[in-house]
T-cell receptor
Framework: EAQVTQNPRYLITVTGKKLTVTCSQN?????MSWYRQDPGLGLRQIYY???????DKGDVPEGYKVSRKEKRNFPLILESPSPNQTSLYFCASKGGTTMVEQYFGPGTRLTVT | QQPVQSPQAVILREGEDAVINCSSS?????VHWYRQKHGEAPVFLMILLKGGEQKGHEKISASFNEKKQQSSLYLTASQLSYSGTYFC???????????FGRGTSLIVHP
């Protein structure tokens, strides 16, 4: 089944404790992206990657890091999480620059206390 | 820059129609529409490219007015399954990587 998976689905952590949210897709998509969703603010892009070893900042990249060492994986790293990073995070992928439909993962709900 | 969606919320009864608007301050190359049901991930509905072409998806259709930098999503004879949050995403350069608006919550009652 074609899908985007994220782990963990739920995470409660404390301020300053490094964490990684994994994202993996099995559709051989070139493009992958991370979004955060907050009430009333919609979906805001954090980082995106056009292909392996190619990443770029989205609209709200502060406090986040990403890497793209393999085509299928695009982990999101929070080196020192803060409470304002409490949010619902979505990973998405699509087939490339000429493809339009993004496929979203199920989401990761992160709470930083 | 996020596009502006209006209204923020719509409450309907089954069978009624709704229109959701999306506007941008920049010239657009494409407009993307997604729907997110409660507790689920957003799902792609359709894309409109510059040229004013109107596209449809069952009873959901959309238009794109390039000159006004606006798009509208039309939901005809709403069904309970239409409930959710609708996001428009706008894109200016042909990358098909949209910037999403804040969303419009649509609630359809029996």
């Amino acid at each position: 089944e074609a899908q985007v998976t994220q782990n963990p689905r739920y995470l409660i952590t404390v301020t300053g404790k490094k964490l990684t949210v994994t994202c993996s897709q099995n559709m051989n998509h070139e493009y992958m992206s991370w979004y955060r969703q907050d009430p009333g603010l919609g979906l805001r892009q954090i980082y995106y990657s056009m292909n392996v070893e190619v990443t770029d900042k989205g609209d709200v990249p502060e406090g986040y890091k990403v890497s793209r060492k393999e085509k299928r994986n695009f982990p999101l790293i929070l080196e020192s999480p803060s409470p304002n990073q409490t949010s619902l995070y979505f990973c998405a992928s699509k087939g490339g620059t000429t493809m339009v439909e993004q496929y979203f993962g199920p989401g990761t709900r992160l709470t930083v206390t | 820059q996020q596009p502006v969606q209006s209204p923020q919320a719509v409450i309907l009864r089954e069978g009624e129609d709704a229109v959701i608007n999306c506007s941008s301050s920049k010239a657009l190359y494409s407009v993307h529409w997604y729907r997110q049901k409660h507790g689920e991930a957003p799902v792609f509905l359709m894309i409109l490219l510059k040229g004013g072409e109107q596209k449809g998806h069952e009873k959901i259709s959309a238009s794109f007015n390039e000159k006004k930098q606006q798009s509208s999503l039309y939901l005809t004879a709403s069904q309970l399954s239409y409930s959710g949050t609708y996001f428009c995403g706008t894109e200016i350069g042909g990358s098909y990587i949209p910037t999403f608006g804040r969303g419009t919550s649509l609630i359809v009652h029996p």
